[in-house]
């Protein structure tokens, strides 16, 4: 599985990277992007599995990569990551298509949960 | 809605730090010491803006070089041996802890009262932020075990205020 880890800290990216593997998929190819729109150009070149990507991020934010994936056709598996808590935000990034929701700080277990449905 | 007063975002980020410290840091208990309008001096860190109707208000979290490092440090999981972090993962690590912040007072502020705001870009900063005629700080000096930080809101100046 191709696993893309999106956001404008490299600390999380590590961080998330490390929860994943973690919760089930140590086996994974990894790659990393800084902004939505470097994950867009990175999924143009080589479409992952699955993209794990931050909101608010210089650039393109984490929910204008889903509209962007979505507006170009292409069905593509994509949690958000992030510390936004508004609820309507995370109706939004849903009902765009998002897989899941997942708030910061986060644990093991709520990681795992989100990655049920790529684990099952 | 009520629009929280600064000695509310305050006390909101205060809570924040300790949940945080705890579950995602590691670090020992968070301790306020006092709070204040005057930033300390000799500290760097983190802001980040919130997007609201009701005003321009900022969160910071400051410590010193060695709070900042210890700080990044709990956020990386980082082991005693591990070398020290270059200061651009310092600086990365700690707007990441202040945006994890954010979130929190995001999410307390609307249940405190239902302000809606949306979050920024955390920026790092070195040196102690100016308070004007027309923004105002609000400042929890706390101690993290050893570490001296500072929590800070910076908020704008209401007229009223600004007469007394």
């Not at chain 1, 880890?5 to 961080?15: E, H």
């Not at chain 1, 598996?77 to 765009?96: F, H, K, N």
């Not at chain 2, 600064?6 to 410290?21: I, Q, S």
């Not at chain 2, 929590?151 to 704008?156: A, C, D, E, I, N």
Request: charged content about 20%; proline content about 7%.
């Amino acid at each position: 599985m191709n696993i893309l880890i999106v956001d404008d800290s490299k600390a999380m990216r590590g961080i998330v990277m490390r929860a994943v593997k973690a919760a089930g998929l140590g086996d994974a190819t990894y790659q990393e992007a800084g902004n939505g729109a470097e994950a867009l150009a990175a999924i143009r070149a080589a479409q992952p599995d699955l993209v794990l990507t931050d909101w608010n991020m210089p650039e393109m934010s984490g929910f204008e990569l889903i509209l962007a994936l979505r507006a170009e056709g292409r069905q593509l598996r994509v949690g958000l990551v992030t510390s936004e808590s508004d609820p309507g935000l995370r109706d939004q990034a849903l009902a765009a298509g998002a897989l899941f929701v997942l708030c910061k700080p986060f644990t093991p277990e709520a990681v795992k949960a989100a990655l049920q449905p790529v684990l099952a | 809605m009520n629009v929280p007063v600064p000695a509310e975002w305050l006390r909101a980020l205060e809570a924040e730090l300790v949940v945080l410290a705890k579950d995602a840091l590691g670090l020992p208990p968070v301790c306020v010491t006092v709070r204040g309008e005057v930033p300390p001096a000799g500290m760097e860190g983190a802001y980040l803006g919130f997007v609201s109707c009701e005003g321009a208000y900022q969160i910071g979290l400051a410590a010193t070089p060695d709070g900042c490092q210890a700080f990044a440090r709990g956020l990386l999981s980082s082991a005693p041996s591990d070398p020290q972090l270059p200061k651009a993962d310092v600086a990365d690590a700690v707007c990441e802890i202040v945006n994890m912040l954010a979130g929190g007072v995001q999410r307390r502020l609307r249940q405190l009262c239902g302000l809606q705001v949306g979050l920024g870009l955390p920026t790092f900063f070195h040196g102690a932020v100016q308070p004007t005629e027309r923004l105002g700080v609000a400042v929890a000096e706390v101690r993290v075990g050893e570490l001296s930080a500072a929590l800070l809101v910076l908020h704008p100046r209401t007229r009223s205020a600004r007469e007394n």
